[in-house]
Structure formats: C-alpha cells, structure tokens
C-alpha cells in the first residue's frame, strides 16, 4: 500500500480556486507558505508564490480514512482524485519527490523481537537507528536512497486510535489481540526506481508500476539479514564461561559481527604497555575462534520473506 507522499506541480498562483480550501498559511522566511487540507487528519500544502511552485506533504490513507491498517491502490487513486478536486488542479501530473510503500504482515511473535533479530551487512551500506523512546517498536535502516522501515503495526493502532476508529479498523481485518507488523520502505530518491527519471502521481495508480512497488519492497528486505538462533551446546567443554557469555549476547538480538566488532574494539581499547600488538592480536583470534564454533539453526525463525510475500499478493 501507498501511504505518506510528498509531490510537487508547477501552478499558476494568480488562480484563485486553488484557494478556496486553504486559509491561514504559515509564512516562513524562506518565502514557502504552509497551508493545511482538512480530513481525517491533515495534509500540509506548501506553495512559493515567489516561484509558482505547489508540494503536498503527508499521509494520503491518514487524510482519507484516518488510519493506514490497510489502503488498496483503487482508495489511492480516490483520495488524490478528491484531493485535485479541493485543489482544483491535475495533480496526477504532479512529480513524486518521496513516497512510502509498505504491507502489514500477521506475526507469530512480537513484533519488536523481529526488529531486534534484523541486521544489514556492511556491504548494503545501511544505518539502523531507532529512538530509545519507541522501546524497540520501531526502526528503520537508512541509506543514501530509502528508508527501510519496521514497526508494530498494532501498538501504534493502541496508542494513536481512540475506540471508534479502532472498530473502523477492525472491519478492515485487524485483531487487538493480534501481532501485525509494518514493513516499509520510505524512497528518498524514487527517480531511481524510473532509471533516474521522475516518477508522476498518476504512475503510483498504473497497474504496471505498482507490481514494480510490490517487487521492489520484497527486494529492499532481501538487504537485511534475519539472525539465526544458537544451537545451544551439548558438551560440557563447549560451555565454558566465555561460551556462556557469548551465548548470552546472541541470543539477546547482537549478531556474530557485532560481538566480534564491540570485544575487538574493547581489546583496542586497552593501553599498549598493558597489552602489545601481538598480545591483542592473541585475544582477537581467541574471540574469533570462540563465536566461530558456535553453530547456527538451519533457518532463522526471524525470516518474514514469506510473510510479506503473501501480504503484498493480497495487496491489490
């Protein structure tokens, strides 16, 4: 589903019906004026009278129907139809700056368990942040072109919904005692998924371009890895204190890497008249051979490669 978009158009600012739905604007000193569409919740109108240059910011699915539990293509293309109406411009001509495609996949287990067992190897250039506040219910890998996004899709329903809208969305399939997990990606450059051309309003409706969302959302996953569980040793000499304390820090969400990249950091912390070069190098190759012997499940029970398939089959 296609939820929070920022788009730009050229308009003619001389044209008094674009307008008629905006009042009171915010005026920055940039010389952009921020105006507000009144729905379901807000989207922000921005325009430059200077340069005859309009932008819609927000979520469409909040603006129409207050929640984004679910919004099928056909509900996106009425909202931004309806949105053109309150305007009175053709905004399917409008240039997409960003955009957010994503599913809501059923769960087995919590959510934040998921997030905590996700990681991106060093070659996909990806930056996990979260924000303590969120208490590991949200988090997003960032690059240079996307943010990729997971979240507790319930939680978030819990703590923004009052009651009526959460019996909205229950008729649109969600359980309060279910485990529903968003997975997002959030395109900073969405040129790139057009060979660097731009993408309009009125591709994000196309049949053909929205099957090119739904591939490319599964294929931004494929960049994160899910952590497999430890197999847990079953002789005694394989659980030495070290082995336990290893065991300890993957089975607690650090994958091997990690483990490896914070002790070696530690071992390069210590002053060198303690310990020499060689001496830390010894360390360094006692850490690798302790987490390297460690055996890992077959499949990670982490994995949601099946689920986000069926949710994006089912997302029409």
């Known amino acids: 589903m296609i939820d929070y978009i920022r788009a730009s158009m050229p308009i003619d600012c001389k044209d008094t019906k674009i307008f008629l739905n905006l009042q009171n604007p915010d005026v920055f000193s940039s010389g952009w004026l921020r105006y507000y569409l009144d729905g379901c919740k807000k989207m922000e109108v921005w325009i430059n009278p200077a340069n005859g240059l309009l932008e819609i910011k927000g979520s469409v699915s909040y603006f129409i129907q207050g929640h984004n539990f679910s919004f099928s293509k056909h ?4 909202a931004i139809k309806h949105i053109g109406n309150l305007l009175h411009l053709p905004l399917w ?6 955009f957010e495609f994503g599913v809501i996949c059923d769960v087995a287990y919590k959510p934040s368990d998921y997030i905590a067992h996700h990681y991106s190897p ?3 250039h990806l930056t996990k942040e979260e924000k303590a506040k969120d208490n590991g219910n949200f988090a997003w890998w960032a690059g240079k072109a996307e943010k990729l996004k997971m979240y507790d899709a319930g939680k978030n329903i819990m703590m923004k919904q009052g009651l009526h809208l959460q019996d909205i ?5 969600w359980n309060p005692a279910g485990q529903y997990l968003k997975w997002e990606v959030h395109y900073i450059k969405p040129e790139l998924l057009n060979n660097g051309r731009a993408i309009r309003i009125k591709n994000l409706c196309n049949a053909d371009w929205y099957a090119t969302f ?3 959302c599964y294929i931004q996953y494929k960049r994160l890895i899910p952590m497999k569980s430890i197999i847990m040793p079953t002789n005694k000499k394989d659980l ?3 082995d ?3 065991l300890a820090f993957l089975e607690d969400g650090m994958h091997r890497e990690e483990l490896k990249k914070l002790l070696y950091a530690k071992v390069n912390s210590i002053s060198d008249d303690i310990l020499s070069k060689s001496d830390k190098d010894a360390r360094k190759r006692q850490i ?3 987490i390297d012997k460690l055996e890992d499940e077959p499949q990670s029970k982490w994995d949601l490669s099946a689920e986000i398939a069926k949710a994006l089959s089912a997302d029409v």
Do not use: V
């Not at 509900?75 to 009425?78: G, P, S, T, V």
């Open 214 to 216: 739904k591939e490319d």
């Open 169 to 173: 969305i229950a008729d649109c399939g």
């Open 244 to 246: 336990i304390m290893a």
């Open 93 to 98: 001509e409008a240039l997409i700056e960003e």
């Open 240 to 242: 030495t204190t070290p």
């Open 122 to 124: 060093t070659s996909e």
């Open 75 to 78: 509900q996106f293309f009425e």
């Open 288 to 290: 690798k051979k302790l």
